[in-house]
């Protein structure tokens, strides 16, 4: 079974790549698994020196023609993740349609001319939500972004519904939460510093957070995102109904226990090197995405959360095997 990944050389896309060469097997089209036989990642750029295990392409994915060339014709499986995010898409209105509207649509044409409809999973977003919501947002509420990314990403889920219920695909769209903690450096993501205000005084620096300490966010662990992709990916298409986008289960954290997780865990001198300094256009931003959810449906279909925000903390701490 041939699998593709589109973004393969970013955050998410590369570290699913490595869980699946872990893994080695994929859900088939009749559900029974099957051995992986090669993992191709296409992304605009990618880090020196790629797992050899990996065949990275690439190309831009605004680009049809590259697009259809780098896609094998008999890929099973696509993983799409290439994006660029939401304070880039927002800054750059034009770049933000040609690679995530454009760029999904040049996909899911490419996937039209495979041997078989691949089962495909896209990594929407939950800015998907804003503007006047109810306190928790379930998945049957109407998505009204407040931004640029997020219109993008809903119109992404429609097309995933529409090339599915055509039979092109067998899609799925997950509603990412905030994935917190990302290692390595702040992105464009208006909700970069929620990983920065753990990784940077966990590292020695400080990290300036351009939200109110009150601000409420969705948040789930590197760890358990990976997973929901191949549980996404393996679930029969019976399971998803009519409506194949759903949010995935996380925690709500209000920025300013954030910081008192990282004292209890860190201590007080790491705390500190939390600054707020509020930025008003993130901030608004920021506060437009809804940070409390009820996720009944994903639960009911097996989709995991973390346990805390400690949990989350311990897990980066282990994982960077950063000395306190
Ligand atoms: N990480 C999060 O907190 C989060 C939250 C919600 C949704 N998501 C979504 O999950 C996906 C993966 O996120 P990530 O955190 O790994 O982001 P990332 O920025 O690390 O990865 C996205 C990749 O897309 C690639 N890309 C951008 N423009 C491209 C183009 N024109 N052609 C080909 N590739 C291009 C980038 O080079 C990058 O490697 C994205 O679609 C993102 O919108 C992420």
Sequence with gaps: MKVFITGGGGFLGYRLALRLLERRTLAGPDGKPVAISQIKLFDAAFAPNPDPRLICVQGDIADQDVVEAALDHDTASVFHLAAVVSAHAEAEFDVGYQVNLDGTRNLLEACRDLDAPPRLVFASSLAVYGGKLPAEVEDSVTPTPQTSYGTQKVIG?????????????????????????????????????????????LNGVVCEVPVEESTEMWILSPGKVLEAFVHAHNLPAADWGAHRALTLPGITFAVGEGVEALRKIAGTEVAKRVVFKRDERLNRMVRSFPGRFKTDRALGMGFKADADIGGIIKDYIASEGIKL
């Excluded at 450096?185 to 205000?197: D, E, H, I, Q, Y």
């Design 157 to 201: 889920e429609y097309l995933v519904n529409d090339y599915s219920r055509k039979g092109m695909i067998d899609g799925r769209s997950l509603r990412l939460p905030t994935i917190v903690v990302r290692p390595g450096k702040p992105n464009l993501a208006s909700t970069s510093f929620a990983s920065g205000m753990f990784r940077e005084p």
